[in-house]
C-alpha cells in the first residue's frame, strides 16, 4: 500500500493563505489506511485549519469530502458538480491522487495536504515499513521474497556488504541488514544454491531513470468500433 503522512499544520496554513473558499478531498483507500487522509482525517484536518486561520483573523471556508479512490476518475466523478465553487482542492491523498485530480479538473488549483513516503507494509498497529520501489523488475524468486532493493540502504543485489555487523546495517544499527534476512530466509527453504549465481547490474531503465512509466493490456484495452 501507498504509505504518506500530514504536511506541518503551518505549512498547510501557508498553501491555503491566498485562499477563501478550500474544498478537502479524503482518500479512503491507501491513506486511510495509514490513517493519514482518510474521512476522519480529513474532517481534523478542516476543523484544526478552521481554528488555525480564526485565531490568524482570516475567515476561511473549509468543507471536506471524501471519496473511496481518487486515482480513479469514476470516483472523482462524484465531486465534479463541487469543485467549481472552490478557490483550491487541497488533496489528502498521494501524489498520484493529487495529479489524478488535476488531469480531471483541469481548470482548479490543486494541493497535496500529505507528504507521500513509499509503498510498503503495516508490520503492528501505528508502524509501517518500506517493502517496495516499485522498481519494474522484481527479483523476489530470487531472494526468498525479501526485496533488497528497498531493504538493503545500498540496493545491492548481491550482497552482504561489508559493513554489516550481527544481522543489522550499518548504516542504522537498529535495522535488519536485508542480506542476512535473505540468506536466512533462503536457508530455511533450502534455497541457498540462489545465492550462487551472481546478480547482473539491474536495469535501472525499468524505475525512475526511464522517465515516467506506463503498462498498458492490450487483453483489456476495448476495441473501439
Request: negative net charge; glycine residues 8%; contains cysteine.
Amino acid at each position: 500500500m501507498i504509505i504518506a503522512e500530514r504536511k506541518p499544520i503551518d505549512e498547510l496554513k501557508a498553501i491555503v493563505a491566498p485562499y477563501e473558499r478550500i474544498l478537502l478531498v479524503g482518500c479512503g483507500t491507501c491513506v486511510a489506511v495509514c490513517f493519514a487522509g482518510g474521512e476522519q482525517e480529513t474532517a481534523i484536518l478542516a476543523s484544526l485549519l478552521r481554528m488555525a486561520t480564526r485565531l490568524d483573523g482570516q475567515e476561511k471556508t473549509f468543507d471536506e469530502v471524501t471519496v473511496q479512490r481518487q486515482c480513479e476518475w469514476e470516483f472523482l466523478d462524484e465531486i465534479g458538480d463541487r469543485v467549481d465553487n472552490y478557490d483550491l482542492i487541497l488533496s489528502l491523498a498521494c501524489g498520484i491522487g493529487v495529479q489524478a485530480i488535476v488531469e480531471h479538473f483541469p481548470q482548479v488549483r490543486v494541493a497535496p495536504a500529505l507528504n507521500t513516503s513509499f509503498l510498503g507494509l503495516p508490520v503492528e498497529q501505528g508502524i509501517w515499513a518500506e517493502r517496495c520501489q516499485a522498481c519494474g523488475n522484481c527479483i523476489l524468486h530470487l531472494t526468498g521474497g525479501i526485496c533488497p532493493i528497498a531493504r538493503c540502504a545500498k540496493s545491492l543485489l548481491n550482497g552482504p556488504c561489508g559493513g554489516s555487523q550481527n544481522g543489522h546495517c550499518e548504516v542504522d544499527p537498529n535495522v535488519d541488514c536485508a542480506w542476512h534476512l535473505i540468506y536466512e530466509r533462503l536457508k530455511a527453504q533450502g534455497q541457498l544454491h540462489l545465492l550462487e549465481e551472481i546478480q547482473p547490474p539491474k536495469d535501472w531503465s525499468t524505475s525512475r531513470d526511464g522517465g515516467p512509466r506506463r503498462i498498458v493490456r492490450e487483453d483489456l484495452i476495448k476495441v473501439k468500433k
